[in-house]
């Protein structure tokens, strides 16, 4: 399949930037930004430039332009339109530089996304932080509050949600895909120990290979829950990674298993991906020793500028502890974490399963999601202009 992105007028765009209301960057997560200038084939350039706070564009290349980035129509058009962002488009070799490097790009990247989009840039300090310790308790709490907690924070936790025995189930099923499983069956992720084995860290497509996971999607508890997010949102078992196991591994030496801060449409595609849901259901603990998850609360709702390590530390970060039973719901363009176990215990199990809008099942084959699509045959996406 392919996706089509519409064709953007690079000089129209920008003179209708021009017009409309100045973009005001308040974010203390905007650092020094120098200006930037794209240029294309046909000598049309625009900089930009931050000054005392406000966004300014110049429709020329402008003599000070201290990062000066070329790329063709097409590549101005997926970017703008955030098909691909700019890790994407340096991945995708879409871009150069005939003045300096990535690092100015990807610093500049969100005020550029909140100046097309008109998405703010994020600012912690509208963040209320006295209610993101909340835990919600399943069946004394209603989906209601539920939905809104996850709508303002872009993450939620609801305890108790299923039985002993229903997890004791879901943790044997997990083995017995695992065992079933092979670094070559091209729906698993594997990782090495120390010692040098392989290790399976996630399993994709869960339900199409497990009666018991394949029922979950429809259960009662999670349709209520489903429906009062988005009463549009669909399950979606085939598509992406479809429902997916998470199993973490403490000390493993290789493999993509621990993943840093991210956005799942941090390559691109969030108009076509997002919004989405994934609701974590927890089989094994989740804690600093078998492996947590950390959320930047509310930056889903805007443009995030890559934290620095310093920063985190004054953001509103959430680190989330759940128990064998609880639940956790987020939306996937929340910027998160998933750290290493620091225990040498047993590692987390989560199996989450993944919701979205019914298109998205006419954008996507089998088996497909949009990460597959960037990657596929010659490692450039198939895309109509």
Known sequence: MALTIPSIDFGRFHEQLFQRQQTRVE?????????LAFCLPNNQAVTYRLVNGVVGIETS???????VIEMNDAAFAAFASEYLTAPGLQIQQMIS???????QFDAWEPVLRSLYSQRPIYDPNQV?????????????SSTVEIADFLHAFGFAVVRNVFSPAEVDAFDKEIDRLTALASPSDGQSWWVQSASGDDLVCQLHYTSILSELFAGLESDDRMQSLVNEVDQSFVPHPEIGNGHFAV???PGVTGGLTDLPWHVDCGLGGHPVLCPSL????QIRAMNEHSGEMKFLAGS?????PRPTKDQLSSLPVVTVHAEP???TLHFPDALHAAPPPNGGGEGRRTLYLSYGRPELSTVFGYKQGYDQMLFKGDGHVEFNY
């Not at 974010?27 to 200006?35: A, E, K, M, R, T």
């Not at 994934?278 to 259901?281: R, S």
């Open 128 to 140: 209320p932080t006295d209610v993101l310790d909340t835990a919600f308790i399943w069946g004394s």
């Open 325 to 327: 039973g609880d639940i």
């Open 247 to 249: 199993v973490k591994n």
């Open 61 to 67: 290349l402008a003599n000070d332009a201290v990062t």
């Open 97 to 103: 530089f005939r003045l300096g490097d990535y690092g």
């Open 300 to 304: 889903h709702l805007a443009c995030v």
């Open 27 to 35: 974010s203390p997560l905007v650092g020094d930004l120098q200006p």
């Open 278 to 281: 994934h609701i974590g259901v």
